[in-house]
């Protein structure tokens, strides 16, 4: 029997991410007994804390570990639930996780999943360094800047790289935990929990719900005000060397700059506002994909096309299908 250790932070945590994780584990338990491959459990599972006291979540629920970190000796799946709230003091309520995580992933050989914004956690033991990861798309910004020698990997919901393993934001977790069990119990096992929970096995990126708002926590003034510039304009036909001109820098400096303080080049920059503004119109108008496009800046419609994929994952009519409200309910 392996042994599951499902995490229970302190402070601020999405608490359906410890039941939720719990639940369809025990699901697939239980399937896999029902059917006959195995007689007993093939995952042990225990709620891991620092202590055994309850822990309080938003003054309404509690959760009361079935064991401490210091009683957990060896085992085989860490899965660290998903913290909310300031993850600078979220991390500091929970940094003791931070080294018996280490401990069990350098001695034993224990596999680990991050949740969400748990992936800060993960990414302060340094495993992760060298290694792909996905989180939110809120905190892809102030991920980069904490944890420079990770790859992450903004568009993704799941991220597998040697044994650790990280996921999207939200209530994605429960695509993540199917996959975690298609890939310890098998794909009959998650087909059967994926039908019975009613969530999509295979979805895998998060590009369609990522709203894009411009990185401006930076001290480049120069910078800053080309941003502001690009979300006034995004209309019009704006190009790097337009840019650096207005703002009296060299080509390639203003394209070094830039991307440092946003994380994007220019060029991504420009796209991404288009793309953003694109989708505002298609969610709440009847304009017709055509106009949404010459509205944004764009005369090309397979540029246009091409573009909104790229950020969204989805196609300008697929992604009004989806959320246009008038197309969702006719």
């Given at each position: 029997?392996?042994?599951l250790?499902?995490?229970?932070?302190?402070?601020?945590v999405?608490l359906?991410?410890?039941?939720?994780?719990?639940?369809?584990?025990?699901?697939?338990?239980?399937?896999?007994?029902r059917?006959?491959?195995?007689?007993?459990?093939?995952f042990?599972?225990?709620?891991?804390?620092?202590?055994?006291?309850?822990?309080?979540?938003?003054?309404?629920?509690?959760?009361?570990p079935?064991?401490?970190?210091?009683?957990?000796?060896?085992?085989?799946?860490?899965?660290?639930s998903a913290?909310?709230?300031?993850?600078?003091?979220?991390?500091?309520?929970?940094?003791?996780?931070?080294?018996?995580?280490?401990?069990q992933?350098i001695?034993?050989?224990?596999?680990?999943?991050?949740?969400?914004?748990?992936?800060?956690?993960?990414?302060?033991?340094?495993?992760?360094?060298?290694?792909s990861?996905?989180?939110?798309?809120?905190?892809?910004?102030?991920?980069?800047?904490?944890?420079?020698?990770?790859?992450?990997?903004?568009?993704?919901?799941?991220?597998?790289?040697?044994?650790?393993?990280?996921?999207?934001?939200?209530?994605?977790?429960?695509?993540?935990?199917?996959?975690?069990?298609?890939?310890?119990?098998?794909?009959?096992?998650?087909?059967?929990?994926?039908?019975?929970?009613?969530?999509?096995?295979?979805?895998?990126?998060?590009?369609?719900?990522?709203?894009?708002?411009?990185?401006?926590?930076?001290?480049?003034?120069?910078?800053?005000?080309?941003?502001?510039?690009?979300?006034?304009?995004?209309?019009?036909k704006?190009?790097?060397?337009?840019l650096?001109?207005?703002?009296?820098?060299?080509?390639?400096?203003?394209?070094?700059?830039?991307?440092?303080?946003?994380?994007?080049?220019?060029?991504?920059?420009?796209?991404?506002?288009?793309?953003?503004?694109?989708?505002?119109?298609?969610?709440?108008?009847?304009?017709?994909?055509?106009?949404?496009?010459y509205?944004?800046?764009?005369?090309?419609?397979?540029?246009?096309?091409?573009?909104?994929?790229?950020?969204?994952?989805?196609?300008?009519?697929?992604?009004?299908?989806?959320?246009?409200?008038?197309?969702?309910f006719?």
């Amino acid at each position: 029997m392996k042994h599951l250790s499902i995490i229970v932070p302190v402070g601020n945590v999405i608490l359906d991410t410890i039941v939720g994780t719990l639940g369809l584990f025990r699901m697939a338990n239980a399937h896999l007994k029902r059917i006959g491959k195995v007689r007993e459990n093939l995952f042990e599972i225990d709620l891991v804390g620092l202590s055994k006291e309850p822990v309080r979540y938003s003054n309404h629920f509690q959760v009361t570990p079935t064991k401490t970190i210091h009683e957990v000796k060896h085992t085989d799946l860490i899965i660290v639930s998903a913290i909310s709230g300031n993850v600078e003091q979220e991390l500091i309520k929970n940094l003791p996780f931070v080294d018996w995580i280490k401990k069990q992933r350098i001695e034993n050989g224990a596999e680990i999943a991050s949740l969400c914004k748990s992936a800060f956690i993960l990414a302060e033991t340094g495993l992760l360094n060298g290694k792909s990861c996905a989180t939110h798309w809120t905190v892809h910004d102030d991920f980069k800047k904490r944890y420079p020698q990770v790859n992450l990997i903004p568009e993704k919901i799941i991220s597998e790289d040697n044994g650790i393993y990280s996921s999207g934001g939200a209530y994605s977790f429960l695509n993540f935990v199917h996959y975690l069990i298609e890939k310890y119990y098998g794909r009959e096992t998650a087909i059967w929990c994926s039908k019975v929970s009613e969530v999509d096995l295979d979805r895998s990126d998060q590009n369609q719900f990522i709203i894009f708002s411009g990185q401006k926590e930076h001290n480049d003034e120069s910078i800053k005000k080309a941003q502001i510039f690009i979300e006034k304009h995004y209309e019009e036909k704006l190009n790097v060397e337009f840019l650096a001109k207005k703002f009296a820098i060299s080509r390639r400096n203003f394209i070094r700059r830039f991307k440092k303080a946003t994380f994007n080049t220019p060029l991504e920059y420009i796209q991404r506002v288009k793309v953003e503004a694109a989708k505002k119109s298609i969610e709440s108008s009847t304009l017709n994909i055509n106009q949404v496009m010459y509205n944004v800046g764009y005369n090309d419609e397979k540029a246009f096309r091409k573009t909104f994929k790229k950020y969204t994952g989805l196609s300008p009519l697929e992604y009004r299908r989806k959320y246009n409200r008038e197309m969702a309910f006719s």
